[in-house]
């Protein structure tokens, strides 16, 4: 209705002016604040709400439909729709019937959801801001800067996902510490984890640990679009890939899916690693993309006397922007704290945010929180006669 007033009959909900129907009511409205877990939408949005009904004694039984069998939330759900249920004045008590929804009631919710048919979710008129992160070579903490990042953002109160993209040397879901992490399946639908108020996907969320992946570019190519069109991220503020070292196919096929991303090339200090990090940025400039600046990681070490140990040389950073003709965004030191938040999966941004790395980071993350959702340059669908 368009007053918002949750008088609903199709799922059972009291109206009339007897006291059991605007309990009902009351009851309703309170579990529009019960919200699900793993799509963070709340439950009445859901369709997960079926009958709710309020005996002359007070006592209210409400009707649950959870999305699967074995739903990972139904614990959280059932607790959380007890005591918003509890909550009501005029309640005495709550009876929580569990069911699971039909088949075709999981195929509704997937097009509400996303809408019919596979399409990736972040087209060309999307306001989520897209920051591919690329490096020349492995080994330069290409991953660790992304999932830090990642998690800054987070902690700033935006909406974020990350595509762990890098499918060969996959190793985000270690660095967010949640390497064991599967995704729940609601039909063909896949819903992220979410560690650090990140929703994330990694093909190591697939495959048995130890597993090594092997694949040609069209097995690569079907993962990076099946990420991006069957996972359900909902509304996000910033998408981040995690994309592999160099320049092969899943940077190219990123370029295609999301023409519209922008590159944020990862180099260390050493100058001779200039000349590789820059080929990734030319590269996405090949495929239309926009290269938006280059962070230096693993720069000097700073001494307990305030000296600085380049154990990395110097300059690397500044000459591939130079190259590149990008700002450098960030220089990120070498610090112990930012290693070991990576070997036990507590990003550094989040364990120790008085760090030098993650200082570096934070505002990095500011930098691009401030950016905002941008519609400079997009299609706005106005034809003006």
Request: hydrophobic share 45%; net charge negative; proline share 5%.
């Amino acid at each position: 209705m368009s007053d918002g007033n949750p008088l609903v009959s199709s799922n059972g909900i009291g109206g009339g002016n007897t006291l059991q129907g605007k309990l009902d009511q009351l009851v309703h409205r309170a579990l529009t604040r019960v919200i699900d877990p793993e799509i963070r939408k709340p439950i009445t949005d859901l369709d997960m709400v079926g009958s709710i009904a309020v005996d002359d004694t007070g006592h209210a039984t409400v009707g649950i439909k959870l999305t699967i069998i074995g739903c990972p939330a139904a614990d959280t759900i059932e607790r959380d729709v007890r005591n918003a249920v509890e909550g009501v004045e005029g309640v005495t008590g709550a009876t929580i019937d569990v069911t699971i929804m039909t088949r075709e009631e999981r195929r509704a919710l997937t097009e509400k959801l996303r809408g019919a048919g596979r399409v990736v979710q972040f087209g060309p008129d999307s306001l989520t801001r897209i920051y591919a992160v690329t490096s020349g070579k492995g080994g330069v903490g290409k991953s660790t800067i992304t999932a830090n990042l990642a998690v800054s953002l987070a902690r700033r109160g935006l909406k974020v996902g990350l595509v762990d993209a890098d499918v060969f040397g996959f190793s985000i879901p270690g660095l967010l510490g949640i390497p064991d992490a599967k995704p729940t399946r609601v039909g063909e639908m896949i819903l992220p984890p979410i560690a650090h108020e990140v929703k994330v996907i990694s093909i190591g969320m697939f495959v048995d640990t130890g597993t090594a992946v092997s694949w040609r570019g069209p097995m690569l190519h079907r993962t990076i679009q099946q990420f991006l069109s069957d996972v359900y991220f909902g509304d996000l503020d910033v998408l981040l890939l995690d994309l592999p070292p160099g320049t092969g196919d899943v940077a190219i096929s990123v370029g295609q899916l999301l023409p519209q991303a922008e590159v944020i090339v990862v180099t260390t200090p050493q100058p001779a690693a200039a000349e590789v990090a820059e080929r990734s940025g030319l590269v996405a400039r090949q495929t239309g993309q926009n290269v938006l600046g280059v962070v230096e990681n693993m720069a000097g070490l700073v001494q307990p006397d305030g000296t600085v140990v380049e154990l990395f040389g110097a300059g690397g950073g500044d000459e591939v922007a130079t190259r590149l003709g990008v700002p450098l965004l960030a220089s990120v030191p070498l610090s112990v704290a930012l290693r070991e938040g990576g070997d036990s999966g507590q990003p550094v941004v989040a364990s120790a945010p008085t760090d030098a790395a993650a200082v570096a980071i934070d505002a990095l993350a500011a930098r691009l929180a401030a950016r905002g959702h941008g519609l400079q340059g997009r299609k706005l669908g106005i034809t003006v006669i």
